[in-house]
């Protein structure tokens, strides 16, 4: 009996280290930033990037499922003792008490659902709108860019001073440098990535024209 009780204490309080664990890394994940930007950015959330959040959410969920099945086995008894007694005294309570808890996880599991779908198909669907997109201006920009170029690459894909396009996105409200990756001045910025391109390829072209 003792060891039943010291056993209960122990897995309860390793369920609590490990929810505080799953809240926190949770917490992360929702805030951590959409796409790949977490990873251009170098955000962090408590010094651990959003695949470390990832891997130790994921693991502390499969720790929890054993301590749940271990807390289960060792008070089933009593579960199905103090259901039994609640049963007699209000059937409806205990309906009651069961459904609303599946009906929060089927609606957690939809919303989580939901978030992680949407983030792993926004920017994806980036560069099929961009590779579909009328190229009627004169710089053209694709969704690949919009991720991984610095403004100096930028500038010299399309042979214009990075000077000059550094100097037009200060004109309109933007600070940057060279080394700076579009992306980050996106996220900077909290700019729409389709008016951010648009700008963009706006600045290019007069830039040539210029030259011209």
């Known amino acids: 009996m003792r060891a039943s009780v010291l056993l209960r204490g122990v897995v309860d309080l390793l369920l609590l280290i490990v929810f505080v664990g799953m809240a926190v890394t949770g917490i992360g994940l929702y805030l951590a930033p959409s796409g790949r930007i977490a990873d251009s950015i170098g955000w962090t959330f408590f010094g651990m990037d959003k695949d470390t959040l990832t891997n130790v959410h994921t693991y502390l969920g499969f720790i929890m499922i054993g301590l749940v099945g271990v807390h289960l086995a060792v008070g089933f008894r009593s579960m199905l003792v103090m259901l039994k007694s609640a049963f007699k005294s209000s059937k409806a309570k205990v309906m009651a008490g069961?459904?609303?808890?599946?009906?929060?996880?089927?609606?957690?599991?939809q919303a989580f659902s939901a978030y992680t779908?949407?983030?792993?198909?926004?920017?994806?669907?980036?560069?099929?709108?961009y590779e579909e997109e009328s190229t009627n201006s004169t710089a053209y920009i694709t969704g690949t860019m919009m991720k991984y170029y610095t403004v100096q690459e930028l500038a010299k894909e399309f042979n214009v001073s990075t000077d000059a396009l550094i100097e037009k996105l200060k004109e309109k409200g933007i600070e940057a440098t060279p080394d700076e990756k579009l992306v980050e001045i996106e996220y900077k910025y909290d700019l729409d990535r389709e008016e951010f391109k648009a700008m963009l390829e706006e600045i290019i072209a007069e830039l040539r024209g210029e030259n011209g």
Request: zero cysteines.
């Open 117 to 129: 779908g949407e983030e792993e198909t926004t920017y994806e669907s980036y560069d099929s709108y």
């Open 98 to 109: 069961l459904i609303i808890p599946i009906l929060l996880i089927a609606v957690g599991f």
